[in-house]
């Protein structure tokens, strides 16, 4: 099932990418609606990383095209932020919590200019809204995984972007911080920003996500999360993993999800 | 990063020899040339053999290195005869020899040793260009998914960084020999790296212990009447030793007891 709208915010248009010509995405077709947190989910290996980034154009796709605003990528990356999977980077390279926001700020500013005051004031701002503030001179490989990760979101907010692509932010993190990083987004959303996250989630996709797209190597759905989180659009994304499959069963149950009365 | 400094500096051997037998003569600007193609020629196949026949980035250094030396060896020993270049001279350099290559003008007024001139350019050039990229460098090293998707060029970062490395490693080769420029490009930043967690304070460490390696290094040999190179690249070695050890944040003996994250 998937579902279009009017004036997406993104527009993916017949998208295949291929490693090594071996294709890891197929044909995907998709729009997103603006000022909505959106969830990418799917087993392991689906292509989820890999859709994101050819999205950004960071991969290049084999066939097909993306418009962000209704523009090619390259027209509007100054209103885009992304937060890579945080086992992307070297976590022990020699920088501060500080240092590593501010680069949040590199786009805006051009070569030879220094970050200002203005900026300075921005990345501590993006601090103090994943709660630490406390932390900017610490150094990164000090860090817990949970604080790696707000670290990325402080640095992603710091650009001030009006669209954010965020690889596996809840992965590793405790409760707590993913309990904070959703407020964080929800208040994102308020503000008219749209948000397309990976998750691997079931049990809290539901609650999340406005929008969600399944994803295994071709676009299984993409709608508003109560017409595709259902059981049978799992099934189809997950194949036949049993243990899954009685989980996510298990669950619509429990939680009385309105899509199962639906079918 | 610190291989592919190693790869350049052995690659550049046919680039020095080709220069070399093309203009029969010792003069820096062609070897320099010759080696900064070659140097340039090593970047681009180390990523062509990595990112196009998705070998291994360390095999595809190995692999382009060895063989652009091996070419080297081989032009030298075929015409070892013709040329007044030596096997040892390239590989452990002279620096005791520096001071005698005079740069006299037509006129005859002595600028004092060449090699000071040409590596002082160099050293001129390659500060500019940190401080002129040092945002997308420091950027483009920690995190390139997150510099492109901001658009910065990648590639073109990595180039001139490459680039910058071919020049300082080819620049200083012909007065101190490949294992010099190999020591001092692995072995005062890895020590700065075991000393300091920030990156300009690691660039300038660096830098300092550079010269400090320089100077006992020449001390060192003087008194052990020895290679002035090799007790240079001895020192580095020591120097990394003692902050492997006595390090107060990194070090195996006296490591501060680790900050616990706080979970918020
Ligand atoms: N750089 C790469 N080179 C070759 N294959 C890759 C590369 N990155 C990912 N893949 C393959 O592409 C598929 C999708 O990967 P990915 O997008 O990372 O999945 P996900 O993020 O959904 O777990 C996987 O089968 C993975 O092995
Ligand atoms: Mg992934």
């Known amino acids: 099932m998937i579902l279009h709208v009017e004036n997406p915010v993104v527009e993916v248009h017949d998208l295949t990418v291929s490693y090594d010509r071996k294709p890891v995405l197929w044909g995907v077709d998709l729009t997103l609606p603006a000022g909505s947190l959106v969830g990418v989910i799917g087993p392991n290996g689906a292509g989820k990383s890999t859709l994101i980034k050819a999205v950004m154009d960071l991969l290049s796709a084999g066939s097909g095209y993306v418009r962000i605003f209704g523009k090619p990528i390259e027209e509007v990356r100054n209103r885009i932020s992304y937060v890579p999977q945080r086992e992307s980077v070297d976590w022990d390279f020699p920088a501060s919590v500080f240092d590593v926001v501010l680069m949040g700020r590199y786009g805006k500013l051009g070569l030879f200019s220094r970050p200002r005051k203005a900026d300075k004031d921005a990345a501590m701002e993006a601090l103090e809204k994943v709660n630490m503030q406390a932390f900017a001179k610490r150094q990164i490989s000090q860090l817990s995984g949970g604080q790696q990760q707000r670290v990325f979101l402080a640095r992603a907010l710091a650009q001030n972007a009006d669209i954010y692509f965020m690889d596996e932010p809840f992965a590793g993190v405790d409760i707590a911080t993913e309990t904070a990083i959703i407020e964080l987004l929800r208040t994102m959303r308020e503000q008219g920003k749209t948000v397309v996250v990976v998750h691997h989630d079931l049990q809290s996709a539901a609650e999340y996500f406005d929008w969600v797209v399944l994803l295994n190597m071709r676009l299984v759905a993409s709608g508003p999360t109560e017409k595709v989180l259902t059981q049978e659009l799992l099934e189809h994304t997950y194949g036949g993993r049993l243990t899954v499959l009685t989980k996510v069963g298990d669950l619509l149950r429990k939680q009385q999800f309105p899509a199962r009365e639906k079918k | ?264």
């Open chain 2, 1 to 264: 990063m610190a291989m592919v400094g190693d790869a350049i500096s052995h690659a550049v051997l046919p680039g020095i020899v080709i220069a070399f037998l093309v203009t029969g003569s010792r003069e820096s600007v062609p070897m320099l040339i010759g080696a900064g193609t070659l140097g340039l020629l090593t970047t681009f196949l180390i990523e062509f053999f990595h990112r196009y026949a998705r070998v291994q980035s360390d095999a595809a250094i190995g692999v382009t290195f060895t063989w652009l030396f091996a070419i080297g060896i081989i032009l030298l020993s075929v015409f070892a005869g013709q040329v007044d270049l030596d096997q040892d001279c390239v590989l452990y350099g002279e620096i005791a020899y520096v001071p005698l290559d005079i740069w006299l003008t037509d006129s005859g007024y002595n600028f004092g040793p060449r090699t000071i001139w040409t590596l002082s350019v160099v050293a001129l050039l390659i500060t500019a260009f940190i401080f002129v990229g040092y945002k997308e460098l420091f950027l483009t090293a920690f995190d390139p998914g997150y510099a492109a998707a901001i658009g910065l060029s990648t590639t073109a970062w990595y180039y001139a960084l490459m680039g910058a490395v071919s020049l300082t490693t080819v620049a200083s080769f012909e007065s101190v020999g490949a294992i010099l420029v190999v020591a001092f490009l692995v072995a005062p930043p890895a020590t700065a790296y075991l000393l300091t967690d920030d990156f300009r304070q690691m660039l300038l460490l660096s830098v300092g212990l550079g010269i400090l390696a320089s100077v006992a290094g020449y001390y060192l040999a003087v008194w052990l009447d020895g290679s002035i190179a090799g007790a240079i690249a001895t020192v580095t070695g020591l120097e990394f030793m003692l902050a492997l050890f006595f390090s107060p944040s990194r070090g195996l003996l006296l490591r501060r007891k680790q900050v616990q994250p706080v979970q918020l």
